[in-house]
C-alpha cells in the first residue's frame, strides 16, 4: 500500500477563515512533506517533518502552520490566507529523508481557493 | 543549493515515436533523481527513478540514463501512446539535501493518434 490521503480535496475559503488541511499515511514513513503546486509549476517545498519533528520551513508565512501529531498524521492550519495562497498542497511521505535517497510518495492534492 | 533545468518545456510526438526529456543538476553532491509524471487534475506519480551508482535503469517502455560527469539525466520513453500524454517532472536530492526534492520546470507531452 502506498497511500497518502489527503483531506479534503477541494476547499474555499474566506481571507479571515481558518481551516485545516489533513493528511495521513500507513506506510510506516517518517517523513512526511507539504507541498504547495501552482498551475504549470512544480511542486514547491514548505515544510519537512522528520520523525514527527519540523526538519524544514522554506521561509513560509506564519498564516500556513504545520503540525505533526503523530507519525502517521501532518496537518496543515491555515488562516488569514491570501487569493494567491490559492493552490494544490500536496502531502508527502518517505520512509526518511530523501537525502537517504527514499522515493517520496504524493497525495492526491487538496485544492484550496481562497476568496 | 541544488538548481535542476529541464528541457524541452514542451514536446510533441506521434503516437509510436520516441520521446526524450532532460534534465541538468548542479550540486554533484545529488545522488538521487526520480521522475514525476503528472496528468491534468492529478498527483505527481513517481514512474522511475535512478540512483547515482547506477548509469541507466529501464522498466518497459522507460528508461532513465545518468551522467554523472557531465551532470545529467534523461528519460527516454519508447513506442509512446496517448496515455503517456502528460507533465512530466525531473528532480534530484542528495545526501545532505536534508529532505529537499528539486524539481525541473516540467516538461509538457502531447502524443497525437
Known amino acids: 500500500d502506498t497511500e497518502v490521503t489527503q483531506t479534503p480535496k477541494h476547499l474555499v475559503m474566506g481571507m479571515t477563515n481558518k481551516k485545516s488541511l489533513k493528511c495521513e499515511q500507513h506506510m510506516g514513513h517518517r517523513a512526511m512533506y507539504w507541498y504547495k503546486q501552482k498551475a504549470k509549476k512544480p511542486p514547491e517545498l514548505m515544510f519537512v517533518?522528520?520523525?514527527?519533528?519540523?526538519?524544514i520551513n522554506e521561509s513560509v508565512p506564519s498564516r500556513f502552520s504545520p503540525e505533526c501529531p503523530n507519525s502517521s498524521l501532518l496537518n496543515l492550519h491555515l488562516h488569514a490566507l491570501q487569493p494567491e495562497d490559492s493552490a494544490l498542497y500536496l502531502c508527502?511521505?518517505?520512509?526518511?529523508?530523501?537525502?537517504?535517497?527514499?522515493?517520496?510518495?504524493f497525495g492526491e492534492g487538496s485544492w484550496l481557493t481562497v476568496v | 543549493g541544488e538548481n535542476v533545468e529541464q528541457h524541452p518545456s514542451t514536446l510533441s510526438v506521434q503516437e509510436g515515436d520516441s520521446a526524450v526529456i532532460k534534465c541538468t543538476y548542479s550540486d554533484s553532491a545529488s545522488n538521487y533523481f526520480p521522475w514525476y509524471k503528472q496528468e491534468l487534475g492529478k498527483r505527481p506519480q513517481l514512474i522511475i527513478d535512478i540512483r547515482s551508482n547506477v548509469g541507466e535503469k529501464k522498466d518497459q517502455r522507460i528508461a532513465v540514463t545518468l551522467n554523472k560527469t557531465a551532470k545529467h539525466f534523461s528519460l527516454h520513453i519508447t513506442e509512446t501512446q496517448p496515455e503517456d500524454s502528460a507533465v512530466y517532472f525531473c528532480?534530484?536530492?542528495?545526501?545532505?539535501?536534508?529532505?529537499?526534492?528539486?524539481f525541473g520546470a516540467g516538461t509538457q507531452v502531447v502524443v497525437t493518434p
Open positions: 508527502a511521505s518517505s520512509l526518511s529523508r530523501t537525502g537517504s535517497g527514499n522515493t517520496i510518495y
Open positions: 517533518y522528520s520523525y514527527e519533528k519540523l526538519s
Open positions: 528532480a534530484a536530492s542528495g545526501t545532505d539535501s536534508w529532505g529537499k526534492l528539486q
